[in-house]
């Protein structure tokens, strides 16, 4: 399975994308500005194409009682997984999905529904990795 995230749109504070599963829109992304120099939980990982896998997360599984998805090998990050999320505040270089995004330029992007955006994209990727394997690929359209 491919999964594409196209980064459309970004401030000095947020990056927001479209996330596409097999070529068709299933939500929205919010996550960290592009910064050049890394700044650990404040900067968007590299574009690229990543394996996904699922682990155990100690902060998120107990939450929702299953195994996250994560991006595998991302050059200088560890641990970006997709996950709820409303705002860059709770992304720490992670991908949150929402239904509907909100684009401030002079202030702080945020997304609704993310929940329910989340319960809706994690079983068609989940079930992809463990039948079939399933990568990201991220595209920078925004820069």
């Given at each position: 399975m491919r999964v594409t995230l196209n980064r459309f749109v970004s401030s000095a504070d947020d990056s927001l994308s479209m996330l596409c599963i097999n070529g068709k829109?299933?939500?929205?992304?919010?996550?960290?500005e592009y910064r050049q120099?890394?700044?650990?939980?404040?900067?968007?990982?590299?574009?690229?194409?990543y394996k996904l896998v699922l682990v155990d997360s100690p902060k998120f599984?107990?939450?929702y009682g299953h195994k996250m998805i994560m991006l595998e090998a991302v050059p200088g990050f560890t641990g970006i997984?997709?996950?709820p999320g409303v705002?860059?505040?709770?992304?720490e270089g992670c991908l949150c999905p929402g239904n509907v995004a909100r684009f401030n330029p002079m202030g702080e992007s945020r997304l609704e529904e993310?929940?329910?955006?989340?319960?809706r994209i994690y079983p068609i990727i989940a079930q992809a990795i463990q039948t079939e394997?399933?990568?990201?690929?991220?595209?920078?359209?925004?820069?």
């Open positions: 829109f299933s939500a929205f992304i919010i996550e960290d120099q890394k700044v650990k939980g404040e900067t968007r990982i590299p574009a690229g194409i599984s107990p939450i997984l997709i996950h705002s860059q505040k709770d992304t993310s929940k329910a955006a989340y319960f394997g399933a990568e990201i690929e991220v595209i920078d359209s925004d820069l």
